[in-house]
């Protein structure tokens, strides 16, 4: 699926970047036992390890908050995704399983400290640009509200925006029955190609087994 980033976020942020993976003919299933096992104690880690503490200190945190802030949104007032999760964490509020590609998605977040967004790839139109939203951007959230997009960072095709590294969109939302999907990594701009292309051979390798299906990668800037 063809994906590119708007210039003017790319004039905004020097070495924005976004790691893009497409995976085809994969299954979607409750998480095995391995990754739910895994998850709850790899949550329990940063619960301990952040005891004293701020989530914000964080330095890919900080950098993400810095970029809403650069494009206009209030990181104080809407959180990226990334710092959402470690925040729930520190107040014990531990990710119950959902699914295996949303918990998966979601392991790969706090791994890495940066947003992730998976979107089932059959419920998309057209190319994908990466762009700030406008006034009339605007979507159903997977929290059940509608939410505004204007002046915050949005994936967007040919039928308005779906995705954000603030909250994803009810439209795309990756289910069971997904067979095909996008998969979106929020790059730290400070990150080299070489560096990123690795981590997404990586991601991309570990989704396919749990899976199945084949997955295609790359890093757009």
């Not at 739910?36 to 993400?64: A, C, H, T, Y």
């Not at 790839?121 to 990466?130: F, M, N, Q, T, Y």
């Given at each position: ?68 802030k ?44 940066i947003?992730?967004?998976?979107y ?37 095709d ?45 991601l ?18």
């Amino acid at each position: 699926m063809e994906t590119s980033i708007s210039p003017e976020i790319t004039r905004e942020i020097p070495g924005f970047k976004i790691g893009v993976i497409s995976y085809e003919n994969i299954e979607v299933s409750e998480s095995p036992q391995m990754l739910k096992g895994r998850m709850r104690l790899f949550q329990e880690s940063i619960f301990f390890e952040m005891e004293n503490k701020k989530v914000q200190d964080l330095e890919p945190i900080k950098e993400w908050r810095g970029i809403f802030k650069k494009l206009g949104t209030d990181p104080g007032r809407y959180r990226p995704s990334n710092e959402a999760l470690y925040r729930r964490i520190q107040k014990q509020q531990y990710l119950e399983p959902f699914h295996s590609a949303v918990d998966l998605n979601n392991f790969f977040s706090l791994q890495h400290q940066i947003p992730f967004g998976i979107y089932d790839a059959d419920e998309l139109s057209g190319p994908v640009e990466i762009k700030v939203g406008g006034a009339d951007d605007s979507y159903l959230a997977i929290n059940g509200r509608e939410v505004n997009m204007a002046g915050k960072l949005v994936s967007a095709d040919e039928n308005g925006p779906f995705g954000s590294p603030f909250v994803d969109s009810r439209r795309t939302a990756v289910t069971e029955n997904t067979h095909n999907a996008l998969h979106l990594i929020y790059l730290r701009p400070g990150m080299d190609v070489e560096q990123a292309l690795e981590m997404l051979s990586s991601l991309t390798k570990m989704f396919t087994q749990i899976h199945g299906g084949t997955g295609d990668y790359k890093v757009i800037q």
